[in-house]
């Protein structure tokens, strides 16, 4: 607006202006604050499941630690409600393996699957990997087993890894393959080391570490 027009000519050209661009000007400042109170609100709808998320799963784990036969029940609930939480992908690791021990073993894997496909944690992909690999190990399914196993993106289970591809191959037969793969066990560090010193005796294997 120029400095050299007049008071009234100022006060026009003001309310022309304003005339012009006030709803764009209201409109702009109504929805910034619109964003900033939803955005509000989404912080705290969030935090809101994410707190109930944690008391259904700390519910279902006294259940589940107690034997009580409404864990099951709880544990599904926590899913079907929270599923996109890291609570639920715990549950789930924990119903695979209730499920597996009541001889359920098509809804531990389906629960295992789960895990794999919807965990955003890299860590809890691998557990899931490794449980599920083992599953179908016992279920004679081996070239799946095999598949699930063959290689990990994380180093912190490349030990676990490696036992189970033992595990396969000597189930296959393979004793050499099976005594490779538990020698590189040892040597990375697998979680029970003393246990696949059994295996590769048994086997007639060396401990390379």
């Known amino acids: 607006m120029s400095s050299y027009l007049s008071e009234d000519e100022q006060v026009e050209a003001l309310k022309k202006w304003w005339k012009e661009n006030g709803k764009a000007i209201i409109?702009?400042?109504v929805l910034g604050l619109?964003?900033?109170?939803g955005w509000q609100a989404w912080k705290q709808h969030n935090q809101g499941q994410a707190e109930l998320?944690?008391?259904y799963y700390?519910?279902?784990m006294l259940a589940a630690k107690s034997g009580d036969k409404s864990a099951l029940n709880q544990g599904e609930r926590l899913l079907e409600k929270h599923g996109g939480s890291t609570y639920a992908q715990y549950a789930a690791l924990e119903l695979a393996a209730m499920y597996y021990k009541?001889?359920?073993h098509d809804k531990a894997r389906e629960r295992l699957q789960w895990v794999?496909?919807?965990a955003s944690e890299p860590a809890l992909k691998e557990v899931a990997r490794l449980r599920l690999a083992r599953l179908l190990l016992d279920a004679g399914q081996l070239d799946?087993?095999?598949g699930l196993v063959a290689d990990t993106t994380d180093d912190s289970f490349a030990?676990?890894?490696a036992e189970l591809r033992g595990d396969i191959a000597l189930a296959r037969g393979d004793k050499d393959k099976a005594r490779a793969a538990y020698q590189e066990a040892l040597l990375k560090d697998s979680g029970d080391a003393e246990l696949i010193r059994m295996k590769l005796a048994e086997i007639g294997g060396a401990d390379a570490s």
């Open 102 to 104: 009541d001889g359920d």
């Open 53 to 55: 998320a944690s008391a």
């Open 159 to 161: 030990g676990e890894f």
């Open 58 to 60: 700390e519910e279902f």
């Open 144 to 146: 799946q087993a095999a």
């Open 27 to 29: 409109g702009g400042a």
């Open 34 to 37: 619109g964003l900033v109170g």
């Open 116 to 118: 794999l496909d919807t």
